[in-house]
């Protein structure tokens, strides 16, 4: 996988644009957001996460679908649960995945900020594929989004709280950010 700055579109991976998004406003993107989806809850490798991001969900298939059915989002990228990576959005465009959201005393993520939807539940462990997955691509976008730092990585709930849970308690963070520290050690040798 690599990214094009110019572009901000990952070659290498599946592509599925999303008609969620507009554009951003002047300024660096300098934050990640980490969070997890399924649709139907806790249902896996289903195809509706994209069909969902794509306005696209027939509302009649599943009764959790009909509460969803207005909604409009969308996040940058999806990691399934092999590890597929689907991009939806570039990272120049804003997603709408953060939605009232606040990070170190600034409003709106969506303007600064890549999401990444981990395919997932709060309570059920993400697979080896995700968390490889997901530090190749956080290294990615470090890469070239040079503001998105290690401290400026967080979940859904960090900058939405009492509002959103995700990625949840079985989201492992130390393994996460060990695994980014040995990744940013293998590069400098």
């Not at 998004?21 to 300098?30: K, L």
């Not at 809850?41 to 959790?64: I, M, S």
């Not at 490889?132 to 859904?156: D, E, K, V, Y």
């Amino acid at each position: 996988m690599q990214l094009d700055p110019a572009s901000g579109w990952c070659q290498g991976i599946d592509i599925c644009p999303s008609p969620n998004f507009n554009a951003r406003p002047e300024g660096e993107i300098s934050l990640l957001v980490i969070h997890n989806i399924s649709l139907p809850p806790a249902q896996f490798a289903t195809g509706k996460v994209q069909e969902f991001f794509q306005n696209r969900l027939d509302v009649t298939e599943h009764p959790y679908f009909e509460g969803i059915a207005d909604l409009r989002v969308s996040a940058h990228f999806l990691i399934e649960r092999d590890g597929t990576v689907t991009q939806f959005v570039s990272c120049l465009e804003r997603a709408w995945h953060a939605g009232v959201s606040s990070f170190e005393g600034r409003e709106t993520c969506n303007d600064f900020s890549v999401g990444i939807e981990l395919e997932g539940t709060d309570d059920l462990p993400f697979t080896d594929a995700q968390y490889q997955a997901l530090t190749t691509l956080t290294r990615q976008l470090q890469s070239t989004f040079t503001g998105i730092t290690a401290q400026r990585i967080c979940g859904h709930s960090d900058i939405a709280p009492g509002r959103k849970t995700d990625p949840g308690p079985a989201f492992d963070w130390a393994r996460y950010r060990a695994a980014l520290a040995k990744a940013d050690l293998e590069n400098k040798e």
